[in-house]
């Protein structure tokens, strides 16, 4: 793609259908990834959110095979594998990190395994790991949509239970909050938040997506609420710088040019900022 | 069995006490932690659970919650406690909670408030306005906007003490409250303390600090896995009672009990 002139080089990415919807869809997702993430980096998810990811490989790939939605079959193979660990440390003395290694791997492993007895899998392997948002189609904007707005409900809904409980678990316990279904709960949301993104991001680079944002706000920020703030404009910013440098350079994965942008945020950030909070008067209430 | 009780007669008196706990008992796994404790506690009182590490003080102020699963029977003026509650108010250890959570001041105490708003209710005005009050109580509203995380040690757990407040609890039950600040410091938060159980709130706290006892509490009680003597600080306080909770090595060495004396005499 070439262009000529600042108002030009905007515009002329935006007359393809798919390269609109496809910044509508990172948009969206980039800024439901950095609420959640707000949530998965203070309560120190990160390996959680990553292992997910992976453990739902072989549901993409069997969805990818028989031309279901790869989202579902993700979610499938992913909460599987997440109630397969929970079942493992209590019937063991394995420990969840172990649990989570041992389990998570063996599924990519089976994800690739089931790919590779097709044949030209390699192309297909790059399209299901690394993600393309410009293949998202209007009825996958439609999921991103109708399931991105419900994670953001139910988190607006239970706010000031879940930030108690990432704050002061024992105090959320004594104040009569089950702090175990929430547990659950921000797992099952940051599980359903992985797979819709998988599509866009791919699968090694979707757990970026939520932790950058958050990491880079909380460099700066002294309030909760303003890393989530942050982090969705954060998101934002990233998808389309993202969008438009995969759509001036040619053959770079959408997933590749957005992370490198939440990259390159979280890098300057932290080389700007003299100290954590530093600039946080910007955020203070008046 | 029979009830330790502050005063003798507060077991028989007619209102029923703030605080009523019998044989309450707690198991981690095979290994019995607390042993069918018994103890009643009058409004207004300030009791101390003194013991050593791993006697079970932190078990105990978590069965009472009922956050660990116990067998015995808990009454909160009479009454068992449902969840939710507003009336008994819990202060956690301050290394409990997640030190990288950005907060200010007054969010934090705003969430005190969580528990009693229920599902679905954001923190309105009266909230805030109850936090600020709590703030006050502890001598800590100009700091309101300050970063919890820039505080020293004894302003963080004046937060954690207002928090509890703007729950509106009748018991406040606060664990390792004077651990980890200076001697000054844990001065200013008894004093704070002392004042509250004067308002009418009923406090019970964990130390394993020695040098403060006699004059801050009206009541100790002793544990170590099973509850060693409960009452008044001048009557609990004997060699026999205090061997018995903390060992022999802390009451016969004498270089240890100097320790403690100078503890107590150094920072006054
Ligand atoms: N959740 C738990 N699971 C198993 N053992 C525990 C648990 N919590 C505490 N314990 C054990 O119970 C004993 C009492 O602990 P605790 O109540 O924390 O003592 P204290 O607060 O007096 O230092 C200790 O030996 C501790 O190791
Ligand atoms: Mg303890």
């Known amino acids: 793609m070439t262009c000529s002139g600042v ?26 990834c950095a ?25 993409v790939v069997i969805a990818a095979l028989l031309g279901f939605n790869i989202a579902l079959g993700g979610a499938i193979f992913g909460v599987a ?81 879940l930030v108690l409980m990432t704050f002061d678990p024992t105090a959320a316990q004594a104040q009569g909050l089950p702090t175990g279904v929430l547990h659950y709960l921000l797992l099952c949301l940051m599980a359903v938040t992985v797979v819709i993104s998988i599509q866009s991001v791919g699968i090694v680079l979707v ?45 770079v994965p959408t997933g590749s040019s957005i992370v490198l942008a939440h990259t390159a945020m979280f890098l300057l950030v932290l080389l700007v900022s003299p100290r954590p909070g530093a600039l946080g008067g910007l955020f203070r209430r008046a | 069995m029979a009830i330790a009780s502050a005063s003798p007669s507060a077991a028989y008196a007619t209102a029923p006490a703030a605080l009523h706990v019998e044989h309450l008992s707690v198991k981690y796994e095979d290994r019995l ?10 409004s207004g009182a300030l009791v101390g659970i003194i013991g050593p590490n791993g006697a079970g003080k932190t078990t105990l102020l ?62 309105g005005k009266r909230d805030r306005e109850l936090a600020h009050a709590a703030l006050e109580q502890v001598h800590m509203d100009h700091l309101a906007q300050r970063s919890i995380a820039d505080l020293s040690g004894g302003q963080q757990q004046r937060v954690f003490l207002a928090r509890a407040l703007a729950q509106e609890p009748d018991i406040l039950l606060l664990d390792e409250p004077i651990s980890g600040v200076d001697v000054p410091t844990q001065e200013v938060i008894l004093h704070l303390l002392r004042d509250l159980s004067a308002t009418g709130k009923t406090l019970l706290l964990t130390t394993h600090h020695l040098q403060h006892l006699e004059h801050h509490f009206d009541a100790l009680l002793c544990l170590n ?44």
């Open chain 1, 35 to 59: 609420v959640i993430g707000a949530f998965v980096v203070l309560q120190e998810l990160s390996f959680i959110g990553d292992a997910l990811a992976h453990a739902s490989f072989p549901g």
């Open chain 2, 62 to 123: 978590k069965a009472i919650l009922g956050l660990t699963p116990a067998s015995g029977s808990v009454l909160v003026s009479g009454r068992a406690l449902r969840q939710r509650s507003r009336r008994v108010a819990y202060v956690p250890q301050i290394n409990a909670v997640n030190w990288r959570f950005p907060a200010t001041v007054l969010d934090v105490v705003v969430m005190g408030r969580t528990g009693v708003l229920g599902w679905l209710r954001w923190p």
């Open chain 1, 81 to 161: 594998t997440a109630l397969g660990v929970g079942w493992i440390t209590r019937r063991s003395k394995v420990s969840l990190d172990t649990a989570i290694g041992v389990l998570f791997a063996g599924m990519f492993a089976l994800g690739i395994f089931l790919l590779s007895l097709q044949q030209n899998y390699i192309k297909e392997l790059f399209g299901l790991l690394l993600g393309d948002v410009l293949a998202v189609q209007s009825g996958d904007l439609w999921i991103i949509c109708g399931v991105g707005g419900a994670i953001l409900l139910l988190v607006l809904a239970l706010y000031k239970e």
């Open chain 2, 225 to 268: 896995h099973r509850l060693i003597a409960y009452g008044p600080p001048s009557k609990v306080m004997t060699p026999a009672v205090v061997e018995a909770t903390f060992g022999r090595s802390l009451v016969l060495s004498p270089s240890s009990e100097q320790i403690i004396l100078e503890c107590g005499h150094h920072d006054l």
């Open chain 1, 7 to 32: 108002w030009n080089c905007i515009v002329v990415p935006l007359q393809f259908g798919p390269t609109q919807r496809a910044l509508i869809a990172a948009i969206l997702i980039g800024a439901l």
């Open chain 1, 207 to 251: 757990v970026a997506m939520i932790v950058t944002p958050a990491a880079t706000a909380s460099l700066v920020v002294r309030r909760f609420a303003s890393i989530i703030v942050w982090g969705v404009v954060q998101g934002i910013i990233a998808a389309t710088a993202g969008i438009y440098m995969s759509a001036y350079i040619d053959g």
């Open chain 2, 33 to 42: 932690v607390l042993d069918a404790v018994s103890f009643e506690v009058e």
